[in-house]
């Protein structure tokens, strides 16, 4: 039940696709003040046509709406990092104490900050990261699978954590490959192609998919 998440500071969800994260998610965060940090826009997109479909009133940071701390918002890391770049560390340990700090595919979100040539103040960036994660009222964080990237950067926040496995698997029973090659996948997606055996191909990044079109 969601209703026990208010007993805990740090929740962690551990959940395949499809099963029922994003409901349960949504149904907590009508009644929060919250953040919600996404690393790329593509994914901001989808979170916010997801929340409007669970009926969660939200602003998203690229729509042009006039943002405030106190909004509940759907952000990138570093355009919430621009939104508050003139606040002191003090006073941002003091508003972000009341408010759920949730982060989707946490291990992917980790990842990519390490990996991320984009951010232009990598150092700056991560550390206000840390106050962000430390010292909000509440930290959400969800992935199928939580990683050793995502574990470092949440380890260092204080209070009682519930953790949640759902050994559930929606998909369980599917036909599935796991591709190590780059190459050997465009290789098969090609072959498909030309022997019109139809499929579809979906991607986090809508770049990649462009790139593979254009391949194709």
Do not use: W
């Amino acid at each position: 039940k969601v209703s026990e998440f208010d007993h805990y500071k740090t929740i962690c969800i551990e959940s395949p696709t499809g099963t029922g994260k994003t409901t349960i998610i949504c149904d907590y965060l009508k009644k929060k003040n919250f953040i919600s940090l996404v690393l790329l826009e593509s994914l901001a997109n989808q979170q916010y046509d997801n929340f409007k479909k669970n009926k969660v009133d939200c602003k998203h940071y690229k729509n042009g709406d006039e943002l405030k701390f106190d909004d509940d918002i759907i952000i990138t890391l570093q355009s919430l990092n621009k939104l508050i770049k003139n606040v002191k560390k003090e006073e941002l340990i003091k508003q972000i104490k009341g408010k759920t700090l949730f982060i989707d595919e946490i291990s992917l979100f980790a990842s990519g900050i390490i990996n991320n040539d984009t951010i232009v103040d990598l150092r700056r960036t991560y550390s206000f990261l840390k106050v962000l994660i430390n010292h909000c009222g509440r930290l959400i964080v969800c992935q199928n699978e939580i990683n050793d990237h995502a574990k470092i950067l949440i380890e260092s926040r204080k209070g009682n954590t519930l953790f949640i496995k759902n050994k559930y698997v929606n998909f369980n029973g599917h036909q599935a490959t796991k591709m190590n090659s780059e190459d050997d996948f465009i290789e098969l997606m090609d072959s498909n192609v030309k022997n019109k055996e139809y499929f579809c191909c979906a991607s986090d990044s809508l770049n990649k998919i462009n790139q593979y079109y254009t391949k194709l």
